[in-house]
């Protein structure tokens, strides 16, 4: 009898302490906004790194694996060259399709009015 009287007792801190984890996660939970905000933040961070610091603040993944893959050589700076003149330099990666490359420019920041 005592064997079981054991086993039931660990069961019951095992459930004691899945309570208190489900508890603790309940009160970590953030509304979405406030999720998108705190994300925010961390790629305003990330991008004033030096090597990624010429990104725009709102960043996508892409456009941060072919900054990283600028660095590494694995990626080409393509100077795009505007009919106004302007030259937009756009990375890519060196296996980029047209269609990549059409992506990158539609994503090119534009310029601000000084």
């Known amino acids: 009898m005592d064997g079981d009287i054991k086993i039931k007792s660990e069961y ?8 208190n984890e489900v508890e603790e996660d309940a009160e970590e939970e953030l509304p979405h906004a406030e999720v998108v905000d705190i994300f925010q933040e961390g790629l305003a961070m990330l991008v004033q790194d030096p090597l990624l ?20 050589g694995q990626a080409m700076t393509v100077n795009v060259c505007k009919a106004d003149k302007d030259i937009m330099p756009v990375v890519v990666v060196q296996n980029a399709t047209v269609l990549d490359l059409k992506r990158a420019i539609q994503r090119y920041p534009a310029k601000t009015p000084a």
């Open 12 to 19: 019951d801190h095992y459930k004691d302490i899945q309570s």
């Open 53 to 72: 610091c010429d990104l725009p603040i709102q960043v996508t993944l892409e456009e941060i694996n072919s900054q990283i893959a600028l660095e590494f």
